[in-house]
């Protein structure tokens, strides 16, 4: 199985328990402390990861750390994905809920990646069409990457338009290299 299938199986599953016990917005606010946590300090993941530590050192370790401060339904989830050998998979699974979360509140996330900033105009006229295309409130994410040189990158949950002059660029000269001279 694929880490996205992986962590959509997990994600899907969290979101319909937490939803059905409605507790989506405690479930969202926690998952996301939890993202923030372990991306502050790494070590505890590394640690829940690692091959060489007994499962039962790596479930005391979740118990104690995470016990008095997620709800319990997430301990248990933490406990499942250690048992399974798939705690590797925790940050995509929280990305993952995030999304499922998100649209169920009509939120859809965009990221654009361009050569330079976009003007006020080009954001307020790729929200309005991504709006109108998804039926979603946009949240844009921007990016700047210069070797595009020109144009932007979109990228949805399920969707990448790839608008870049480099992305142009190649396809003509892939074009340029099939043609025969005689």
Excluded: C, W
């Excluded at 829940?48 to 319990?72: C, G, I, Y």
């Amino acid at each position: 199985m694929l880490a996205p299938e992986v962590a959509k199986k997990y994600a899907g599953g969290l979101f319909l328990s937490v939803k059905d016990k409605g507790l989506v917005d405690v479930a969202y606010d926690q998952l996301q402390d939890l993202r923030t946590f372990l991306e502050s300090d790494p070590t505890l993941l590394d640690f829940l990861v690692a091959p060489h530590v007994l499962d039962e050192h790596k479930l005391a370790l979740v118990e104690d750390v995470f016990s008095t401060r997620l709800e319990r339904l997430f301990v248990e989830l933490l406990h499942v994905l250690v048992k399974k050998h798939r705690i590797g998979f925790l940050h995509g699974i929280i990305d993952e809920f995030v999304r499922y979360v998100e649209a169920e509140k009509g939120i859809g996330r965009v990221t654009v990646i361009s050569a330079v900033a976009l003007s006020d105009a080009e954001r307020s006229s790729l929200i309005t069409r991504m709006a109108v295309r998804t039926g979603l409130k946009i949240e844009l994410e921007e990016k700047i990457d210069p070797d595009l040189i020109g144009g932007m990158i979109v990228i949805t949950h399920n969707e990448i338009i790839d608008g870049s002059i480099s992305r142009e660029l190649d396809l003509v000269r892939t074009q340029l290299t099939k043609v025969r001279v005689h």
